[in-house]
Each structure stands twice: as structure tokens, then as C-alpha cells.
């Protein structure tokens, strides 16, 4: 079955990088994007960025732009969100999700890891 | 302030009907499919219905999707106390090139 598992929860000090995982498995990794979302404590999710598990090409909101890098290694079918300059803002849930490209740039996502929970606390 | 509206909450009792609206523009709605996702709180959210009124397999046509123009709707019929959750529309915005989600509508089963 289709599974994306996230690595676990993360507590950072402001200023500080994170980096969470997003391991795949039950599906060809390269032939699908996956997509990173996160949604604060009580928040409607927002969509930071996807890459293509085959070309590793990426594509970011405006909103994460500059602060956000998205990758994977094809190796162990794994994408990676690396997020950095962290602000008591940035304390959210981190998802990644399958996406389904319905036209061009546009997908809905149909499998969502679990979620990592990132706090940023001084 | 989302760009995708919805209420923020909606009741029902079981085995009722119940709607939930999603307004948009011209530059996300208008232009391009919506998709709806739900979320029992502490968990992931799950795919509803994509490409406005698609159901993935494994979802009751209890649950079905509409647009018409700038806006869209989710159904739910035969409301079960399982349907508790928060509800969310998303869509891609053409002026902004982001996908943008609606705020979230939850659903209370009286």
C-alpha cells in the first residue's frame, strides 16, 4: 500500500534550519511529485513547494521562497523540506503529500505522510 | 483572510444533508478545479474530492462536489457522526501561482 512516513517531531531555537524526511514507498517514486504543507496550530493548511521525484525539479510559493529547499534522493525514495531563519511563526505541522497533476502546474495531493510537528521556542 | 471563503462552521444532525460553500475569484475557482479535503483534528487531512466532483475510491457518494463559476460546494448526505471533521476546499490561484486552501469549515454532528 501507498505509505509516506515523516521523520519525527523537532524543537529549534530561532534563527536555527530544519530539516524534516518524507520516505515513500508503495508506488514509483520518480513518477509522482510530492508536495510539502504545512498548517500552524489552528490554521487552514498552506502550500510550500513540490519536486519532481523524477527530474528533482522544484517549484515554490512566493510565500517560502528563498527560505524553504526542497529535495529527494531517488535512492531510498525520500524527499526532503528544509526550512531555515526560524520564527515562533514557523511552529507548525509539516506535511508532505503525493501529488496528481489535474493540468499543468496545478495537482491535488491523495496520500499525506503523518505530519511533523516543528516548534520554535527560545 | 483566506482567498478561498468558507463558514466557519456548519451543524447537522444524523442522517441529514448538509452543504458546505467554498467562494473564490475568476483567478482560482473560476479558472481551475477545485479539491476538498478532510481532517479530524490531530491527524493528516485525507482527499474528499478532486476535479470538482471526482471521489477517490474508497469514498461514499454520500460526499459529492459542485462548481458553478467563482464558487464551489460540498455535500454531504446521510450525515453520520463519523463525518465530524474540519472540511477544507483548495484550488490553484492564476494571479498568485500558489495553491491556496479555504479556511476551514467544521462540521458538528448534533
Known amino acids: 500500500q501507498i505509505q509516506l512516513v515523516q521523520s519525527g517531531a523537532e524543537v529549534k531555537k530561532p534563527g536555527a534550519s530544519v530539516q524534516i524526511s518524507c520516505e515513500a514507498s508503495g508506488y514509483t517514486f520518480t513518477s509522482y511529485t510530492i508536495h510539502w504543507v504545512r498548517q500552524a496550530p489552528g490554521q487552514r493548511p498552506e502550500w510550500m513547494g513540490w519536486i519532481n521525484g523524477g527530474y528533482g525539479t522544484t517549484r515554490y510559493s512566493q510565500t517560502f521562497q528563498g527560505r524553504v529547499t526542497i529535495s529527494r534522493d531517488t535512492s531510498v525514495n525520500t524527499s526532503y523540506l528544509e526550512v531555515s531563519g526560524l520564527s515562533s511563526e514557523d511552529t507548525a505541522v509539516y506535511y508532505c503529500?503525493?501529488?496528481?497533476?489535474?493540468?499543468?502546474?496545478?495537482?491535488?495531493?491523495?496520500?499525506w505522510g503523518q505530519g511533523a510537528l516543528v516548534t520554535v521556542s527560545s | 483572510q483566506s482567498v478561498l471563503t468558507q463558514p466557519p462552521s456548519v451543524s447537522g444532525t444524523p442522517g441529514q444533508r448538509v452543504t458546505i460553500s467554498c467562494s473564490g475569484k475568476s483567478s482560482n475557482i473560476g479558472s481551475n478545479f477545485v479539491h476538498w479535503y478532510h481532517q479530524v483534528p490531530g491527524t493528516a487531512p485525507k482527499l474528499l474530492v478532486y476535479?470538482?466532483?471526482e471521489r477517490p475510491s474508497g469514498v461514499p457518494d454520500r460526499f459529492s462536489g459542485s462548481k458553478y463559476g467563482t464558487s464551489a460546494s460540498l455535500a454531504i448526505s446521510g450525515l453520520r457522526s463519523e463525518d465530524e471533521a474540519d472540511y477544507y476546499c483548495?484550488?490553484?490561484?492564476?494571479?498568485?501561482?500558489?495553491?491556496?486552501f479555504g479556511g476551514g469549515t467544521k462540521l458538528t454532528v448534533l
Open positions: 503529500a503525493r501529488g496528481i497533476m489535474v493540468r499543468g502546474a496545478t495537482y491535488y495531493f491523495d496520500f
Open positions: 476535479r470538482n466532483n
Open positions: 483548495a484550488a490553484w490561484d492564476d494571479s498568485l501561482s500558489d495553491l491556496v
